[in-house]
């Protein structure tokens, strides 16, 4: 474990106004970085109990959520940025982490407290940038047949859906984080911003909520079900069985996982199978909700939730293991969960739709869900569908 001073970008430069998915609109042009701390798994430990922990010894106590949040103090903490990788969701899980990442300068937790400044901060104008062309971590033939071994583990019963990731970089040389940020922008990115540290940085266009609470009351917003953004594609995601059941089984695997950590009894569908834009894509998306359980910490709720059902599988655990054996790339910060937590409040994104920069390349990943009904070749053109928009805006087209 360790403990990083406020400073501590080197090769990739601090955006001067924050922008952590989630924080409080009214506060971002005034935060400023006061304590970080970074957890890899070579680090040992609990990471969710040590992210917990670190949190109380800053100013913002979250070992029982239920709790109301006590009253604010203008010169204390405002909140925290909170990030952690697909792997360590998947060690929280007690699964294996899979396939090395191809990003090792991100850490796989990260935890960044924010106070206020004086005055408010200012974004730099951007410098050149070049992007340039785009290597894939495997072939269309090779995603397709992971497709196919879904199917295959399906029909032996090992599971009923598993959510297959690809992975592709670029070089690139300038400045990353304006192109980082242009992510924000893209219509339906519910957590739009950046997140920083040493010689790294993530960007995110996430439109999916892994974990809210407000009032009590835990929130997930599982997407799952993907078509062009046109009438027909409206009319035929509505249509289909097979996304209606493929949706539907993650739907009830999150209301299991919000059962472990809600008031009993309370755990409710709220909406289920509504139809939402996201850039060029319709998508659809359900809300579960729950009343959270008396002595709930953070540590635990991350134990819970952590890594998304909509991006693992079900039954998690068993899709865990099929992605470790079957995603050559890792999946660095891609399918973790990035967002802002505070007494009170926690609004967690999942990063899909998410980018990732080291010193040298800019790192993306897509994927979906597959069940038995699936064709291996349409599988790969909706992963495609998913990336282009973040390839897009990384180019600044």
Sequence with gaps: MRQIGPD?????PLLTVVDVPAAPAGCRRTLVERARWEWRPADGGDPAAAAQDFLAAHGLPLDDLARPAAGHDPTGPCGAALYVSAA???????????????????????????????????????????????AESWTRAEHAAAVEAVREAIGRGDVYQVNVV????????????????????????????????????????????????T????????????RPATAAGAREL??????RAEHVMIV?????????????????VDELFAVRRWCDLWQAESTVSAAVADGLGLA????????????????????????????????????????WVAPGRIDLGLTIRTAAADAERVHVWAGGGITWGSDPEAEVAEAAAKSAPVRAALAGR
């Design 8 to 12: 501590g970008v080197d090769t990739l």
């Design 238 to 243: 509505l249509a289909s069985a097979k996304e």
């Design 215 to 226: 009032g009590g009351r835990l929130v997930t917003r599982p997407i799952k079900g993907t």
């Design 88 to 134: 360590a969701g998947a060690l929280l899980a007690g699964a294996p982490p899979g396939a090395a990442t191809p990003a090792p300068a991100l850490p796989d937790v990260a935890v960044v407290v924010y106070g206020h400044a004086d005055t408010p901060r200012v974004r730099p104008a951007p410098g050149p940038w070049r992007l340039g062309d785009w």
């Design 252 to 268: 009830d695997l999150e209301r299991n996982d919000l059962a472990r950590v809600a008031r009993t009894g309370t755990v409710t």
């Design 166 to 213: 690809g992975h592709a970089c670029a070089r690139y040389a300038g400045d990353p984080l304006p192109a980082l940020t242009r992510l924000g922008a893209l219509p339906g990115a519910r957590y739009g911003g950046t997140l920083t540290g040493a010689g790294w940085a993530i960007g995110c266009a996430s439109p999916e909520t892994l974990v809210e609470l």
């Design 300 to 339: 635990d709720l991350l134990r819970a939730v952590c890594p998304g059902g909509s991006v693992t599988g079900a039954p998690k655990r068993a899709a865990l293991d099929q992605i470790a054996a079957l995603e050559p790339v890792g999946r660095g910060a891609g399918m973790g969960t990035l967002g």
